[in-house]
C-alpha cells in the first residue's frame, strides 16, 4: 500500500509554530513514526499541504515522499484510533447512566458535542474497524433515548419497506396524532397539509389508543404513518408520496437530527429554538401547529432558493 511520508523540523526557538504545527498534524490524522516523520495514506496526502507551507513559512524544512509502505509497518495498527473510541465510549455511557427529563436540555448539549467529536475522528479513522461501529452505535441509542425523554408514546421504529402512495387518495382525511407536538409531528402536519392533503383535518391524540378508526394516524406506534427502518415520520411520508425534492430533503435532515440525533445541519439549532419557544408559550395545539407552519414555510423557501 502507497503513503505519503512528511519530514520536517522547525526552528528550536519556534514554541508557538511547533505547538500549531502540532495540532494541524493531529486533526489531519497523521501517524508519527519519529520525531518529525509523519505519516499518512497516499489518498489522504492532499492533507499534508498547509502543514507544509506552515513548517516552510516558519523558516523549517519541510519534505514529502510517496513511497510504498514496508512490509513490517502495520498501518492498522499505527493509525489505531481504538484509545481515542474508547474515552468517549466512555463519556458516552457516562451519559447514558444519567438519563432524567429535568436534565434533557444539558443532556442535548452534551451529546450534540460528543457528536461531533466522533464525526470528527471518524473522519480521521483510516483503518475503521468494530470499534468504531461500536461507538458509533451507542451514540445513535443515546441521542434517541435522549430525545425521548419528557415525550410520552414515543414511536419505535419498525423494519420494513415503504410502499408508494397516490396523494389524490388522501384528499380531505383526518390525521391524528399525539397531543403537544414537537418537531417531527409539527413538521410532518405541515408537509401534509401543504404538499400532500389540501383540506386536511387534525386531531391531537390523549394516547394513541384515542385514535378514531376512520383517522390517519402518525407518529406513534401501530400508525398509519410512523417511524421506519432508521427514518422518522416526516421522512416516512416523504417518501411514501414520492416528494423528495432538494428543499424537503433539506427539511428532512434538520426534522431527523432534531428528533432523533444524527449529524446537524446548520439551519437546525436555531430552528429548535423557534419551535421551543413557541411550544413553551402556547398550550392550544392548533394555534402552535398554526404558528410553526410560517416557521416551516420560511424554512422550505429559503431552501428552495439555495
Keep these: 500500500m502507497k503513503i505519503s511520508l512528511l519530514i520536517s523540523s522547525l526552528p528550536t526557538q519556534s514554541t508557538t509554530a511547533r505547538m500549531r504545527v502540532w495540532r494541524s498534524l493531529k486533526a489531519s490524522g497523521a501517524a508519527t513514526l519519529r520525531d518529525g516523520v ?8 492532499e492533507k499534508f499541504d498547509p502543514i507544509t507551507h506552515d513548517i ?45 427529563k429535568d436534565e434533557k436540555k444539558e443532556l442535548l448539549k452534551q451529546v450534540r458535542k460528543l457528536r461531533k467529536s466522533i464525526n470528527a475522528l471518524v473522519d ?27 415525550e410520552a408514546n414515543e414511536p419505535q421504529a419498525i423494519q420494513t419497506h415503504i410502499q408508494l402512495l397516490d396523494k389524490t387518495d388522501y384528499q380531505n382525511q ?46 406513534f406506534d401501530g400508525a398509519r404513518f410512523s417511524h421506519v427502518n432508521h427514518w422518522v415520520t416526516f421522512e416516512v411520508l416523504l417518501h411514501s408520496f414520492n416528494l423528495e425534492t432538494p428543499a424537503l430533503k433539506k427539511v428532512a435532515e434538520i426534522v431527523h437530527y432534531l ?8 439551519e437546525a439549532i436555531g430552528i429548535e429554538k423557534v419551535i421551543q419557544g413557541l411550544r ?27
Excluded at 509523519?38 to 496526502?45: E, G, K, T
Excluded at 492498522?76 to 444519567?98: G, H, M, N, P, V
Excluded at 391524528?176 to 383540506?199: E, G, H, M, N, Q
Design 38 to 45: 509523519y505519516v499518512l495514506p497516499i489518498a489522504h496526502r
Design 56 to 100: 516552510v513559512s516558519e523558516q523549517g524544512t519541510a519534505y514529502i515522499f510517496h513511497t510504498e509502505s514496508l512490509s513490517n509497518l502495520d498501518l492498522s495498527t499505527i493509525f489505531s484510533r481504538k484509545e481515542e473510541y474508547d474515552t468517549l465510549y466512555k463519556q458516552l455511557t457516562a451519559l447514558r447512566d444519567r438519563q432524567t
Design 124 to 150: 480521521i479513522d483510516y483503518y475503521p474497524n468494530e470499534t468504531q461501529a461500536q461507538v458509533l452505535n451507542e451514540l445513535s441509542l443515546l441521542e434517541r433515548s435522549i430525545a425521548r425523554l419528557d
Design 174 to 219: 383526518i390525521w391524528a396524532t399525539r397531543k403537544r407536538p414537537w418537531i417531527d409531528r409539527l413538521a410532518s402536519a405541515w408537509l401534509i397539509k401543504t404538499f400532500i392533503d389540501a383540506t386536511p383535518t387534525f386531531i391531537w391524540l390523549e394516547t394513541p389508543d384515542d385514535c378514531p378508526e376512520e383517522a390517519l394516524g402518525f407518529d
Design 259 to 266: 428528533d432523533v440525533g444524527g449529524i446537524e445541519p446548520p
Design 280 to 306: 413553551s408559550q402556547i398550550s392550544n395545539d392548533d394555534q402552535l401547529f398554526e404558528l410553526s407552519n410560517h416557521i416551516f414555510d420560511g424554512l422550505y423557501a429559503n431552501l428552495s432558493r439555495e
